[in-house]
C-alpha cells in the first residue's frame, strides 16, 4: 500500500458504487430538464463574506465547520458549506434576479464542512439541489417539494416520510424568538453546552438539539405555529393545500427548523427509516430575503439540497448497482488481429455503440471468459484468420448463436445490430 491515503472525511468513489452516482445523476438530470429547470455551476470557493452574511455568523456551519482559508493576498476565501449561497451570488452577479424574472436552477457537486466523519457524514461530500427564484406563489413551494418527492419515488426509494413547518416571515420569527427564549431561561442550567449557548444567539436551533434533556424541555415548548401572523398562516395553509392536491403525504412538526438563518416561511424535510440516526435525506424551504441580504433585488425564493452520500446508502441496500450498457466485447489475438480491433472498435463507437476491446493479448479462453463477465451483448472474435480475411466472429453471449461475416458487412448493418441488441437487452431483463 502506498503511503498516501485520502484526507479523513473524504473518500473515493470507486467501480461498481461510481454506478449508482452516474445513474441518479442521470435521472436528476432528466427530472430537471421535464420540469424546464436549467444547470447552474459555481465556484467550489467563495469570498468568506457571502457565507458568513448568507447562512449567519451564528450558525454552527460559519461558526465551526467552515474550511477558510487566505489567498496569496490575503484575501479570506471558504469551500462552499453549502451551495444557495453561491447560486444567490451568481444570479445577483449575472443580473439573473429582477421583477418578473422567474429563475429555476437546479445543481449538483462537492459541499465542504469540517465535521466528524460517519457513514453518511463526509467533510466533502455532494449535494444536488434545486432553487426557485422569483416566485412568491406558495405553488412554487409545492412544485420544489414535487420535484424532490418525484425523483426520489423515480429511484426507487421507499419508507420514505416528509415534515413540514412554518417559521414565518422575520417578524414571526422575532416574536417567536423572544417566546422561546422567555420559555428556555428558567431551563439555561439544564440545557446542554452547546445550547446554552445557543439560547443568546440563535434559540431557533435548540428545537432541534440531539440533546436527550434537552429534547426533554423542548417538548413543552412553545409552538412557532401559534405565533404566525395571518398573512403567514394563510400561506402555510396553501402550501398545504396544494401538497395534498399533488397527492403528497407530510405530517406537521412544529419543531422543525432548517440549521441556516436564511430561512422563512416553509421548511421541510424527508426522512428514510432505512438510514437510522442520519435519517434526514432532503431539506430545504423558503427563503425570501436572502437575494436582499447579499446585495440584490428583493426577490422571493425557495429550494432544497439531497444529501448524496445518504441516498447512495440507501440505493445500494435497496439494489444491485445500474449494470453499465456495453454492446460488443471485442476479443483478438495476434498482431495483424489486433491491429485491426482496435480500428474496429473505434469505427463501432463512431457508430454509437458501447465497445470494450481486451487490450490484455492474453490467451482467447481468458479473453472469453473476460467477455462472459462483461455484460455486453454481443462478442466480436479477431483471429489470424480473420484478419487474413477481414471477417469477425459474432457471438450473442444471450443465445449462442454465432456467424461469420466481413468487417464491412458489420458495419454496414447498423439498424440489423441495434435490433438485435434491443432483443438481446430484452432477453436479459427476462432472466433477470
Same mark, same amino acid.
Given at each position: 500500500?502506498?503511503?498516501?491515503?485520502?484526507? #479523513?472525511?473524504?473518500?473515493?468513489?470507486?467501480?461498481?458504487?461510481?454506478?449508482?452516482?452516474?445513474?441518479?445523476?442521470?435521472?436528476?438530470?432528466?427530472?430537471?430538464?421535464?420540469?424546464?429547470?436549467?444547470?447552474?455551476?459555481?465556484?467550489?470557493?467563495?469570498?468568506? &463574506?457571502?457565507?458568513?452574511?448568507?447562512?449567519?455568523?451564528?450558525?454552527?456551519?460559519?461558526?465551526?465547520?467552515?474550511? !477558510?482559508?487566505?489567498?496569496?493576498?490575503?484575501?479570506?476565501?471558504?469551500?462552499?458549506?453549502?451551495?444557495?449561497?453561491?447560486?444567490?451570488?451568481?444570479?445577483?452577479?449575472?443580473?439573473?434576479?429582477?421583477?418578473?424574472?422567474?429563475?429555476?436552477?437546479?445543481?449538483?457537486?462537492?459541499?465542504?464542512?469540517?465535521?466528524?466523519?460517519?457513514?453518511? $457524514?463526509?467533510?466533502? *461530500?455532494?449535494?444536488?439541489?434545486?432553487?426557485?427564484?422569483?416566485?412568491?406563489?406558495?405553488?412554487?413551494?409545492?412544485?420544489?417539494?414535487?420535484?424532490?418527492?418525484?425523483?426520489?419515488?423515480?429511484?426507487?426509494?421507499?419508507?420514505?416520510?416528509?415534515?413540514?413547518?412554518?417559521?414565518?416571515?422575520?417578524?414571526? #420569527?422575532? &416574536?417567536?424568538?423572544?417566546?422561546?427564549?422567555? *420559555?428556555?431561561?428558567?431551563?439555561?442550567?439544564?440545557?446542554?453546552?452547546?445550547?446554552?449557548?445557543?439560547?443568546? $444567539?440563535?434559540?431557533?436551533?435548540?428545537?432541534?438539539?440531539?440533546?436527550?434533556?434537552? =429534547?426533554?424541555?423542548?417538548?413543552?415548548?412553545?409552538?412557532?405555529?401559534?405565533?404566525?401572523?395571518?398573512?403567514?398562516?394563510?400561506?402555510?395553509? #396553501?402550501?398545504?393545500?396544494?401538497?395534498?392536491?399533488?397527492?403528497?403525504?407530510?405530517?406537521?412538526?412544529?419543531?422543525?427548523?432548517?440549521?441556516?438563518? /436564511? /430561512?422563512?416561511?416553509?421548511?421541510?424535510?424527508?426522512?428514510?427509516?432505512?438510514?437510522? @440516526?442520519?435519517?434526514?435525506?432532503?431539506?430545504?424551504?423558503?427563503?425570501?430575503?436572502?437575494?436582499?441580504?447579499?446585495?440584490?433585488?428583493? !426577490?422571493?425564493?425557495?429550494?432544497?439540497?439531497?444529501?448524496?452520500? $445518504?441516498?447512495?446508502?440507501?440505493?445500494?441496500?435497496?439494489?444491485?448497482?445500474?449494470?453499465? @450498457?456495453?454492446?460488443?466485447?471485442?476479443?483478438?489475438?495476434? &498482431?495483424?488481429?489486433?491491429?485491426?480491433?482496435? =480500428?474496429?472498435?473505434? =469505427?463501432?463507437?463512431?457508430?454509437?455503440?458501447?465497445?470494450?476491446?481486451?487490450?490484455?493479448?492474453?490467451?482467447?479462453? +481468458?479473453? *472469453?471468459?473476460?467477455?462472459?463477465?462483461?455484460?455486453?451483448?454481443?462478442?466480436?472474435?479477431?483471429?489470424?484468420?480473420? &484478419?487474413?480475411?477481414?471477417?469477425?466472429?459474432? +457471438?450473442?453471449?444471450?443465445?449462442?448463436? =454465432?456467424?461469420?461475416?466481413?468487417?464491412?458487412?458489420?458495419?454496414?448493418?447498423?439498424?440489423?445490430?441495434?435490433?438485435?441488441?434491443?432483443?438481446?437487452?430484452?432477453?436479459?431483463?427476462?432472466?433477470?
Amino acid at each position: 500500500m502506498g503511503s498516501f491515503q485520502s484526507p #479523513r472525511g473524504t473518500r473515493d468513489i470507486l467501480s461498481p458504487e461510481v454506478s449508482y452516482w452516474q445513474w441518479v445523476e442521470a435521472t436528476a438530470r432528466t427530472q430537471f430538464a421535464q420540469a424546464a429547470y436549467r444547470e447552474v455551476r459555481t465556484p467550489i470557493f467563495e469570498e468568506t &463574506a457571502l457565507f458568513a452574511r448568507g447562512i449567519g455568523e451564528a450558525t454552527d456551519v460559519v461558526g465551526k465547520e467552515m474550511y !477558510t482559508f487566505p489567498d496569496r493576498k490575503d484575501r479570506s476565501l471558504t469551500l462552499r458549506p453549502e451551495n444557495t449561497a453561491g447560486v444567490v451570488r451568481a444570479c445577483i452577479q449575472h443580473s439573473l434576479v429582477a421583477p418578473g424574472n422567474l429563475q429555476r436552477l437546479w445543481y449538483c457537486g462537492p459541499m465542504f464542512r469540517y465535521e466528524r466523519a460517519q457513514e453518511g $457524514r463526509q467533510r466533502q *461530500f455532494h449535494q444536488l439541489g434545486a432553487e426557485v427564484l422569483g416566485s412568491a406563489d406558495p405553488r412554487a413551494d409545492a412544485e420544489v417539494i414535487a420535484l424532490a418527492t418525484d425523483l426520489l419515488q423515480r429511484l426507487g426509494l421507499s419508507n420514505l416520510t416528509m415534515a413540514l413547518n412554518s417559521v414565518g416571515d422575520g417578524r414571526d #420569527r422575532q &416574536a417567536y424568538r423572544h417566546a422561546l427564549v422567555e *420559555f428556555l431561561t428558567p431551563y439555561h442550567n439544564d440545557l446542554d453546552p452547546d445550547s446554552q449557548d445557543r439560547l443568546s $444567539r440563535n434559540p431557533l436551533r435548540i428545537l432541534d438539539s440531539k440533546d436527550l434533556r434537552t =429534547q426533554a424541555i423542548v417538548a413543552d415548548a412553545p409552538s412557532i405555529l401559534d405565533h404566525l401572523s395571518p398573512d403567514s398562516k394563510s400561506f402555510f395553509d #396553501r402550501v398545504q393545500q396544494s401538497l395534498t392536491d399533488l397527492g403528497i403525504a407530510f405530517t406537521l412538526n412544529s419543531r422543525l427548523v432548517r440549521g441556516l438563518d /436564511y /430561512y422563512t416561511h416553509t421548511a421541510f424535510e424527508i426522512q428514510s427509516s432505512d438510514l437510522g @440516526a442520519q435519517a434526514t435525506v432532503c431539506g430545504g424551504g423558503r427563503y425570501d430575503g436572502l437575494v436582499e441580504q447579499l446585495g440584490g433585488p428583493s !426577490t422571493p425564493a425557495v429550494g432544497w439540497a439531497m444529501g448524496l452520500e $445518504r441516498l447512495m446508502i440507501l440505493l445500494q441496500r435497496l439494489q444491485e448497482p445500474p449494470a453499465m @450498457a456495453l454492446d460488443f466485447y471485442l476479443v483478438s489475438r495476434g &498482431a495483424a488481429a489486433e491491429a485491426q480491433a482496435l =480500428q474496429l472498435a473505434q =469505427q463501432l463507437r463512431r457508430q454509437d455503440f458501447a465497445v470494450e476491446l481486451d487490450l490484455s493479448g492474453s490467451a482467447f479462453g +481468458k479473453q *472469453f471468459k473476460r467477455a462472459a463477465r462483461s455484460g455486453a451483448a454481443a462478442c466480436l472474435v479477431l483471429g489470424d484468420a480473420e &484478419a487474413e480475411a477481414q471477417t469477425v466472429q459474432l +457471438k450473442w453471449l444471450t443465445s449462442g448463436e =454465432q456467424l461469420s461475416l466481413t468487417q464491412v458487412e458489420l458495419l454496414e448493418d447498423v439498424e440489423g445490430l441495434r435490433s438485435r441488441l434491443a432483443l438481446a437487452a430484452a432477453a436479459l431483463a427476462t432472466s433477470a
